[in-house]
């Protein structure tokens, strides 16, 4: 699996990074930018960048940190979506409730799940991740008292303690803000923990972490279930940006959808899976108002990241500075 | 009598119609350096991964200070002392040396379900491994990417990550394997100092290394142990000779 090589080392230590606060200055600052065009078609896309960069981090924690390729990672998606909207369809919309019941839901199918998927490796673990990743868009296809394989619109978004905080567009945008940010910077820390180092080594050589005294399997449940929760986050939130849900969020595409995002903004890196997210949204609807077929564009530029700059965006952004300094 | 570190009862493996391991019993008292020589294809490496638990016995016991540990995986048996090298390095190649051994200090001190605060910057972990990659001397290249190790260094790596793990018993396979001669010196002095601090299964195609260092000699043929006793005797037996020490040695 070398096209799965990470770009970076594990985040270097005592220097600032700037490429991710520049990356979370933006996104702070986009709203502003917004207000000058279409601000709600805007706000909305850079809503969704944002959501889909969470569960993009997801996967990278697990691709690009622990060596685990999960292609069903949609399934937290969709799981954490769907918590919402039956809540919804129940008439319950706080989140007080309706946040902790997606993350334990998806804590517990993550549990569930990954006791069995890390029990294989390599190929065996992407068709079986896989195969979970169906089998939830099955199950949330046959929910015919929530919409079935139409789906079911959201008719609230959520609020907290009784405050519709995610009622204002621009409120709720930076709300997604925060929780984007909350998410990174826990999965940074994460990486770097005694905890990480186990699960960053488990990837290396699990032979040799086994005999060195570690449970490998325990270490790589438990990241499982942090990145399953993130992606159920993601959900939750996707719900409430797009005040619909449907089996589709789970489908094996979306799944795939990740991985593209975490390869094309350089993979092992974090920072490098909010550019990947935001570069796949933004190309999809600036590529896609050009050509139905946006694909056929986004496609060759994906194999000319992988194959050319092997960390991704992040990757070439580093070539580029390097090439820089020593002209 | 007090209970030796390692004591292997009758052990068997097969694959499929192949016995590999063949009614092996041996023992290894503390501090003991127990060499297991052999030709290629003997068992010996196999004899190693079912003491270290990366391989399951056919059938026969595995006990380590008098416990069975014969159904236990690999990190439990870690835990309870018992430390090796792989004939083929087994490194963490994305981490420095320094945090290849670190990792294995941090294995016996304290939980490692911590998610927050840098574990490369706890010193006490660094201390420890500091240590022992000073013993190897290796103490130099402590910030070098283990992948960017020479062959040798690699080979030195293993060794102290196993010393890092402060073991009640290490097993060894082949440290000099693919080493120059002045690496296997260096080697072989590094365990002649370590002797007597823990027992020892010292797994040598090095004839030199292996008298130089064992206090006991097994001869492992097609899985079965041919001969076992004092250096002296077992270089003195006609049987061991005609199997395999005559080739060697001349
Ligand atoms: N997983 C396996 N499946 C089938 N046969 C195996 C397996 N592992 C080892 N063998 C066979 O078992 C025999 C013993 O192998 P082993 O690696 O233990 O030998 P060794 O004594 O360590 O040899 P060397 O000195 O070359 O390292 C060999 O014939 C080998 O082909
Ligand atoms: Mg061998």
Known sequence: ?327 | MTEPVLRIEDLRKNFGGLQVTDGVSLEIGAGELHAVIGPNGAGKTTLINQISGTLEPSSGKILLNGADITALPPNKRAALGLARSFQITSILPRFSALENVALAVQARSGSSYKFIGSAASESALNDQAMAALTEVSLDGRAGVLAAHLSHGEKRALELAIALAMQPKLLLLDEPMAGTGPEESERIVGVLQRLKGRFAMLLVEHDMNAVFALADRISVLVYGRVLASGAPDAVRADPAVTTAYLGEELE
């Open chain 1, 1 to 327: 699996m070398s096209m799965l090589e990470s770009a970076a080392a594990p985040v270097a230590r005592g220097k600032i990074e700037w490429l991710p606060v520049a990356i979370f200055a933006v996104l702070a600052l986009a709203p502003i930018a917004c207000a000058y065009g279409a601000e709600t078609y805007w706000l909305g896309l850079f809503t969704s960048v944002m959501v889909f960069a969470i569960a993009a981090i997801a996967v990278d924690l697990l691709c690009g940190f622990g060596g685990l390729v999960t292609f069903g990672h949609a399934a937290f998606v969709g799981i954490g979506a769907y918590a919402v909207a039956i809540f919804g369809a129940e008439g319950i919309t706080d989140m007080a409730i309706t946040l902790p019941a997606a993350l334990a839901v998806s804590a517990i199918f993550a549990y569930l799940t990954g006791t069995i998927c890390l029990r294989t490796k390599n190929v065996y673990f992407i068709m079986i991740t896989l195969a979970f990743g169906q089998m939830a868009y099955f199950v949330a296809g046959s929910l015919a008292p929530y919409g079935g394989d139409d789906g079911i619109s959201v008719k609230t978004r959520s609020t907290l303690f009784g405050y519709a905080i995610f009622d204002n567009d621009r409120a709720f945008y930076y709300c997604v803000f925060a929780f984007l940010l909350a998410s990174y910077l826990l999965c940074r820390a994460l990486i770097g923990s005694r905890f990480g180092r186990v699960f960053r080594g488990a990837r290396d050589n699990p032979t040799r972490m086994a005999t060195i005294g570690f449970d490998v399997f325990r270490y790589q449940r438990v990241a499982y279930v942090i990145a399953g929760c993130l992606g159920g986050l993601a959900g939750f939130l996707l719900a409430n940006a797009t005040e619909f849900v449907s089996p589709a969020y789970m489908s094996w595409q979306r799944s795939g959808e990740l991985i593209i995002m975490v390869l094309f903004g350089g993979l092992g890196t974090l920072h490098g899976a909010i550019l990947g997210a935001a570069s796949y949204i933004l190309l999809e609807s600036v590529l896609g108002g050009v050509t139905e077929n946006w694909k056929l564009i986004f496609g060759p530029m994906l194999v000319l990241i992988v194959l050319f700059a092997r960390g991704g965006l992040i990757g070439l952004f580093g070539a580029i500075k390097r090439k820089l300094s020593h002209d």
